[in-house]
């Protein structure tokens, strides 16, 4: 994954993921702070791992947390971040590290989050086991770790080749072609995204990303936690938490607690 993979994308990411139901998603990770930290909220520092345009951390605010952070290995995404919390008063902290240089984020930790499947984009293993370590130093002993990962079972048998999609906001629009191609050998998938921006039906530019993901079996996921320290704790559909997992659903979440 590269630093300058999302500088374009970046652009127009808020207005792709418009829809996206960011308050849900961060009540459902609040909730899964409360049923699993024996500490207050307004004692707890939180991390943000590649989060993006900070979209997750804004709702988060609305919490009462000690400390808010975040940190993407895009310095566009950052900028938008630091800019859009400025704009709505929110005291939020970013950094620019990718996962595997995460370590040079200074301070302590009671939780660090991942959202919208983002460890899907470490591919090696050694960049996830350094990032799993990493998160590892980042926590205070007994931290949480809370993230979701793409499900390898589902995608093998449910990944869409080719998918559109469109969104608009006033006289902004923005078309999305998806073309998904996986390697059963190398267990990665490769999407490649096709966009075009309008302004009042004026094609204003088109671009091209290529996004490398790696999908994760249960049992691989299982080990690299144990590997890194950690000590698994609850797994379930996103946002589900009181659902039993099936073997293909998409999208898993994962508490695990940082271990001595």
Same mark, same amino acid.
């Given at each position: 994954?590269?630093?300058?993979?999302?500088?374009?994308?970046?652009?127009?990411?808020?207005?792709?993921?418009?829809?996206?139901?960011?308050?849900?998603?961060?009540?459902?990770?609040?909730?899964?702070?409360?049923?699993?930290?024996?500490?207050?909220?307004?004692?707890?520092?939180?991390?943000?791992?590649?989060?993006?345009?900070?979209?997750?951390?804004?709702?988060?605010?609305?919490?009462?947390?000690?400390?808010?952070?975040?940190?993407?290995?895009?310095?566009?995404?950052?900028?938008?971040?630091?800019?859009?919390?400025?704009?709505?008063?929110?005291?939020?902290?970013?950094?620019?590290?990718?996962?595997?240089?995460?370590?040079?984020?200074?301070?302590?930790?009671?939780?660090?989050?991942?959202?919208?499947?983002?460890?899907?984009?470490?591919?090696?293993?050694?960049?996830?086991?350094?990032?799993?370590?990493?998160?590892?130093?980042?926590?205070?002993?007994?931290?949480?770790?809370?993230?979701?990962?793409?499900?390898?079972?589902?995608?093998?048998?449910?990944?869409?080749?080719? =998918? &559109?999609?469109?969104?608009?906001? !006033?006289? $902004?629009? #923005?078309?999305?072609?998806? %073309?998904?191609?996986?390697?059963?050998?190398?267990?990665?998938?490769?999407?490649?995204?096709?966009?075009?921006?309008?302004?009042?039906?004026?094609?204003?530019?088109?671009?091209?990303?290529?996004?490398?993901?790696?999908?994760?079996?249960?049992?691989?996921?299982?080990?690299?936690?144990?590997?890194?320290?950690?000590?698994?704790?609850?797994?379930?559909?996103?946002?589900?938490?009181?659902? =039993? &997992?099936?073997?293909?659903?998409? !999208?898993? $979440?994962? #508490?695990?607690?940082?271990? %001595?």
């Amino acid at each position: 994954m590269s630093s300058q993979q999302f500088n374009t994308y970046a652009k127009f990411y808020n207005l792709l993921y418009k829809d996206k139901d960011y308050a849900k998603e961060a009540r459902y990770i609040h909730n899964l702070i409360n049923n699993y930290s024996l500490q207050q909220t307004s004692e707890l520092k939180l991390l943000d791992l590649a989060c993006g345009t900070g979209k997750h951390l804004s709702e988060l605010s609305n919490f009462g947390y000690n400390g808010l952070f975040g940190s993407d290995i895009s310095p566009a995404m950052i900028e938008v971040a630091r800019q859009s919390a400025a704009e709505s008063k929110k005291n939020i902290e970013f950094y620019n590290y990718s996962f595997q240089q995460s370590d040079n984020i200074p301070g302590k930790f009671d939780v660090v989050i991942s959202m919208f499947s983002a460890v899907n984009y470490i591919t090696s293993f050694n960049d996830q086991l350094q990032t799993f370590r990493n998160v590892h130093k980042l926590l205070h002993y007994d931290g949480l770790f809370i993230f979701d990962f793409w499900n390898g079972n589902a995608v093998v048998r449910d990944f869409s080749p080719v =998918k &559109v999609l469109r969104k608009n906001d !006033n006289q $902004s629009e #923005i078309i999305r072609i998806s %073309k998904t191609g996986i390697d059963l050998i190398e267990q990665k998938a490769t999407v490649i995204f096709n966009c075009l921006y309008f302004e009042d039906q004026v094609k204003l530019n088109e671009f091209e990303e290529v996004h490398q993901l790696h999908y994760y079996f249960f049992s691989e996921m299982h080990n690299l936690l144990e590997i890194a320290g950690f000590t698994l704790l609850h797994q379930s559909p996103f946002l589900e938490p009181d659902k =039993k &997992v099936d073997p293909y659903d998409w !999208n898993i $979440s994962i #508490i695990a607690q940082k271990r %001595k």
